[in-house]
């Protein structure tokens, strides 16, 4: 895929592009002049660009996060482990440092409740 100069600005630092297997939408992280920490944004592909960015804004109950996570591969494979771990690749923890979220809401919640 190419995300080219279709979106971003030369005076921001845009990194860690996690993009949709269907390819229809790129997350990325950016930080931009005058700002102390860097934000997360959506584009979306619309034909052959892609949209302009949408500031994925803090909510403050949802937490963003990547992972190199990877479970060890001892050798030699049986044809079952070789396909076992090529389906792994699809997984949450396949060490591509994907961007996940999980809300926050339920402990947040809980905890205002006491």
């Known amino acids: 895929m190419d995300v080219g100069s279709s979106f971003g600005d030369p005076a921001t630092q845009?990194?860690?592009?996690?993009?949709?297997?269907?390819?229809?939408f790129l997350v990325f992280g950016s930080m931009h002049p005058g700002r102390d920490h860097e934000r997360l944004f959506i584009v979306f592909k619309e034909g052959a660009a892609w949209?302009?960015?949408?500031?994925?804004?803090p909510d403050f109950r949802t937490?963003?996060?990547?992972?190199?996570r990877v479970t060890p591969v001892?050798?030699?494979?049986?044809?079952?482990?070789?396909?076992?771990?090529h389906a792994r690749i699809?997984?949450?923890?396949?060490?591509?440092?994907?961007?996940?979220?999980?809300?926050?809401?339920?402990?947040?919640?809980?905890?205002?409740?006491?």
Do not use: M
């Open 63 to 68: 937490l963003y996060f990547s992972t190199d």
């Open 74 to 85: 001892a050798y030699p494979r049986s044809r079952a482990q070789a396909e076992a771990d």
């Open 90 to 114: 699809q997984s949450w923890d396949n060490g591509n440092q994907n961007i996940w979220s999980i809300s926050l809401a339920p402990w947040l919640d809980a905890h205002q409740r006491q």
């Open 51 to 57: 949209s302009a960015p949408t500031d994925l804004g």
């Open 14 to 24: 845009d990194v860690d592009p996690a993009v949709a297997p269907d390819e229809s």
